[in-house]
């Protein structure tokens, strides 16, 4: 899986005063947990560009004052008006422990029903998966080539190696709809006619 290094600094102290301190600095104030004490820290508002405000996923390099970390994001929180961000969870893990991410979702192939004019309808960008940190991948594939108009594909209808998919096994991932003014075709058997009735 992709990853990516984030240098960051130790917080002088904890506390609301603290935290208003670094967002005054465009700085972010973070916890690190998981495995012993927690460690409190601070990052630069740009170091969450890429981590963020992108598609991908990511394990996260920490480097915090020299001291190295494994760690993924665990949670962000956002300023309600402004949007930037003011808090950030990250969870320290280890190669021997499986840990839960999202990894994002890659359609392969060209749908039948989008041939046929029907519309595809991605419902889920990321799937939350549990695996082993060397069995984590860069995104899930999921082949849509037999996908018809009006079906879908949900997550009791996939499976990848080593993973479990802990997301809902009824929950829609991608679909087909048809589209405005497509009709379905109809299907009869073999010699079957279609009839008209007419008053007389």
């Given at each position: 899986?992709?990853?990516?290094?984030?240098?960051?600094?130790?917080?002088?102290?904890?506390?609301?005063?603290?935290?208003?301190?670094?967002?005054?600095?465009?700085?972010?104030?973070?916890?690190?947990?998981?495995?012993?004490?927690?460690?409190?820290?601070?990052l630069t508002?740009?170091?969450?560009?890429?981590?963020?405000?992108?598609?991908?996923?990511?394990?996260?390099?920490?480097?915090?004052?020299?001291?190295?970390?494994?760690?993924?994001?665990?949670?962000?929180?956002?300023?309600?008006?402004?949007?930037?961000?003011?808090?950030?969870?990250?969870?320290?893990?280890?190669?021997?422990?499986?840990?839960?991410?999202?990894?994002?979702?890659?359609?392969?192939?060209?749908?039948?029903?989008v041939?046929?004019?029907?519309?595809?309808e991605q419902k889920?960008r990321?799937?939350?998966?549990?695996?082993?940190?060397?069995?984590?991948?860069?995104?899930?594939?999921?082949?849509?080539?037999?996908?018809?108009?009006?079906?879908?594909?949900?997550?009791?209808?996939?499976?990848?190696?080593?993973?479990?998919?802990?997301?809902?096994?009824?929950?829609?991932?991608?679909?087909?709809?048809?589209?405005?003014?497509?009709?379905?075709?109809?299907?009869?058997?073999?010699?079957?006619?279609?009839?008209?009735?007419?008053?007389?």
């Open positions: 899986m992709k990853s990516i290094e984030v240098k960051g600094n130790l917080r002088e102290a904890v506390g609301k005063t603290n935290a208003k301190e670094i967002r005054k600095n465009e700085e972010v104030p973070c916890v690190l947990y998981g495995k012993g004490e927690n460690v409190h820290f601070k508002e740009k170091s969450f560009k890429e981590l963020i405000f992108s598609p991908n996923s990511y394990l996260v390099n920490l480097d915090i004052e020299g001291k190295k970390y494994n760690a993924v994001l665990r949670d962000r929180q956002f300023h309600p008006i402004s949007d930037k961000i003011i808090h950030a969870d990250f969870y320290q893990i280890d190669e021997k422990s499986p840990i839960w991410i999202e990894v994002p979702v890659v359609l392969e192939g060209v749908s039948e029903g041939l046929k004019g029907g519309k595809l889920l990321k799937l939350k998966i549990k695996a082993l940190v060397k069995n984590i991948p860069d995104d899930l594939k999921v082949d849509i080539t037999n996908l018809e108009i009006g079906k879908t594909i949900k997550v009791s209808e996939l499976s990848y190696n080593n993973i479990e998919l802990l997301d809902p096994k009824n929950t829609v991932v991608v679909r087909v709809k048809s589209a405005r003014g497509v009709v379905a075709e109809e299907t009869a058997a073999p010699g079957e006619a279609k009839t008209e009735t007419a008053e007389k």
